[in-house]
Nanobody
Framework: QVQLVESGGGLVQPGGSLRLSCAAS????????MGWYRQAPGKQRELVAE???????NYADSVKGRFTISRDNAKNTVYLQMNSLKPEDTAVYYC?????????????WGQGTQVTVSS
């Protein structure tokens, strides 16, 4: 079994910063691309940022220049540094990982962490 556990969400004022973390655990053989998605009320889940095993990154246009994704392969952890937060960044943020065990490779999701940007 593989689990992804997010942390770091919360309430922040516009212009503030938050850092999300997502740790993968379990019978992991290898972790490939990891990413952060978000879902606001009444909207579809959307990609925020993703990072390959080698460190190549991809960002949604709406967060470019404000958010930074990184990973620590030794800790099986991915991070999302969010700066200059806006009210429209309010959403539940989900971690996603393409992870291989000894028997298969699957896509895994975390339980989500709430980010609220409000004064």
């Amino acid at each position: 079994q593989v689990q992804l556990v997010e942390s770091g969400g919360g309430l922040v004022q516009p212009g503030g910063s938050l850092r999300l973390s997502c740790a993968a655990s379990g019978s992991i053989f290898s972790i490939y691309t990891m990413g952060w998605y978000r879902q606001a009320p009444g909207k579809q889940r959307e990609l925020v940022a993703e990072i390959t095993k080698r460190g190549s990154t991809n960002y949604a246009d709406s967060v470019k220049g404000r958010f930074t994704i990184s990973r620590d392969n030794a800790k099986n952890t991915v991070y999302l540094q969010m700066n200059s937060l806006k009210p429209e960044d309010t959403a539940v943020y989900y971690c996603n990982g393409s992870i291989a065990t000894m028997s298969s490779r699957n896509n895994y999701w975390g339980q989500g962490t709430q980010v609220t940007v409000s004064s």
